[in-house]
């Protein structure tokens, strides 16, 4: 993962810095004067908090009282605590590490093993932080946010925990050899952080410094150099951003023979510069266009242009994988390799680096497929490495870039669980040794009763649209089979092929089909699919999903009665949509932690981190095309909306409640049949531990089951 997707992943909906949930709450802009439900925006307000209340406990008394949800939300947790479930590692040194969650450690073990005992069926592990006792000795409600530790030691870490979930943590320094927190550390108070080593006694810092030092979309704004032992107040100023900036942030690459600092200015979602940051001080920018997501490894820039790239007489298309040698470039050379050019059906799904060699990951038709590049002069040399089985993914990544060619291989898909490979290129037969596998994630279902297709359905405009179905193999063609399809359509995310125990139990099992829609607005063909559906072009990926819908009930797979919608964050925002625009195509709707009130979103949390992907609703002319896929605006009485729940979380301080609290209460205000259910923890996930977790699906697969059997 680059250093902007990083970002990016922080401000996703999803699953890519500032403001607490106080400063969250007060209403801004004077186009809420007629808003009758601002009030519920008071995130933790009496009157709020008393409403979320009273409609929880009508929802929980409804669906979640009933010994059928009291058996699905068992088995849900049972699947979410298996200890037989993959441990997945991250390679720090000579140690591997996992963070396990389990019914006896519910917020969880971080822990690590060798890679001998990590290749045996039940490893031998290692507890470096027992985060259930942490919370207890702290009293604390402390969730797992990852940490950060410095190459090559590997024994200083910065650690994240968040209070609740929330995208907010605090930071604290962390010694990997005394499993202790450092005395006298570096430490933040919570905040939307980024923290960075750049040696033993310096981090890059951007956080909340006070007034002023975050930006409009709640990210830090200012990035600082914080000396060891000495005040954060007196952190030497590295770079400033402007206030409508994304965020700002800084880092060190520690490759060792390779060392460089670097500054990131996210200037929009889709739109950045980089900057190398010299020992005088000094920013040199590395000069691509602002939408190119950029990488650099060792001597090599990879480059990944967002649109057609015009540069040293070519023409580089969007979505390629481009290569260059990072000091030439720097230089003023553009001697450019394409690593990777797309096609009407492929895309690059990622790519990771070992030793010596770069493993491309790619997309045709929404399928993996996997090739080993090794750089040499002029073309790189190109090997498969592995295809994906028929309608399943596969991925590849390095264990650790800086000294080996190991990687790690994972195949996956709706009715296989996970496989974890072991193997290392270079060796062996056609140059590398053969994958062997090394953990099983277990079976939660009988999968032989079911199969897995795909499907492509013109939308409205003729777009060749791609879903996938899971379906009893036996499942009669008559209209009447209770079906569920899932979609999100944004911020060029892909669904793609994988195993849930938890919908196998809770949704194939009762006999429900489940469809995949991978619909304009993600990133299925990348960027182009991405871009079809943004901003005035919104409405693209809603006719996609509808397209998918029609097509279900022209093949007789369900009708409209057994049809039902589920979508979180900008799904839960295409939910809103399919709702207020096509109420005619489904008999329930789940809208999760989702964007509904589109008027108000950039005022809301981080929303305003959004507006390359929706636009700004405060200028007049974007909100005439906003406006028509806002469902808080859209939903009006005397219509047949479907039946709908909403769940959020009242720690979620990346899309915040008030956007599901708003259209629910509006909706009842309206007599329609709208539930609501928000937990008081969990951020922007919904949940803060496998508990919460089995509860939130139990109680909207239980919801469901009700409303389109």
Known sequence: MTHTTRWLALALGLTLAGMTHAQTSAPAGAQATDDAYLWLEDIDG??????????????????????????????????????????????????????????????????????AEYRKAEPAWETVLDLDALAAAEHENWVWHGAQCLKPAYRRCLLSLSRGGADADVVREFDLHDKAFVEGGFTLPEAKSQVAWADQDHIFVGTDFGPGSMTESSYPRIAKLWTRGTPLAEAKTIYEG????????????????????????????????????????????????????????????????RSDWNVGGHTYKAGSLLATNFD??????????????????????????????????????????????????????????????????????????????????????????????????????DGRREAEVIKHSPDFFDASKYQVSQHFVQSKDGTRVPYFQIAPKEMKLDGNNPTLQYGYGGFEISLQPSYSGSIGRAWLEHGGVYVIANIRGGGEYGPRWHKAALKANRLRAYEDFAAVSEDLVRRKVTSPKHLAAMGGSNGGLLMGNMLTLYPQLYGAIVSQVALLDMKRYTHLSAGASWMAEYGDPDKPAEWAWIKTFSPYQNAQPGKHYPTVLFTTSTRDDRVGPAHARKMAAKMQAMGYDADFYENIEGGHGGAADNKQSAFMHALEYTWLWQHVK
């Open 328 to 429: 030439g470039f720097m230089a003023g050379k553009r001697d450019i390799t394409v690593l990777f050019e797309p096609t009407d059906t492929t895309a690059l799904d990622g790519y990771s680096w070992t030793r010596h060699h770069l493993i491309l990951n790619v997309m045709d038709d929404v399928v993996n497929r996997l090739e080993v590049l090794t750089p040499q002069p002029g073309a790189w040399k190109r090997q498969p490495l592995q295809g994906a089985p028929a309608l399943s993914s596969i991925d590849a990544a390095g264990i650790d870039e800086d000294t080996s060619d190991d990687y790690f291989l994972t195949v996956t898909g709706f009715l296989q669980p996970t496989t974890l490979y072991y193997g290392t290129l270079g060796q062996g037969k």
């Open 242 to 305: 402007k206030p409508e900036d994304l965020a700002i942030s800084a880092y060190r690459d520690l490759t060792p023979g390779y060392e460089r600092s670097f500054v990131q200015r996210a200037l929009a979602f889709y739109d950045s510069e980089s900057y190398l940051l010299g020992n005088d001080g000094k920013l040199v920018r590395i000069d691509v266009p602002t939408d190119a997501e950029t990488s650099v490894e060792r001597e090599w820039l990879l480059i990944e242009p």
């Open 46 to 115: 009496t009157r709020a908090m008393d409403w979320v209340k009273q409609q929880d406990a009508t929802t929980v008394a409804d669906y979640a009282q009933s010994p059928q949800f009291k058996r699905l939300d068992a088995r849900l947790l049972e699947v979410l605590d298996s200890n037989e479930r993959i441990p997945f590692v991250q390679k720090l040194g000579e140690h591997y590490y996992n963070f396990w969650r389990d019914k006896a450690h519910p917020k969880g073990l971080w822990r690590r093993t060798t890679l």
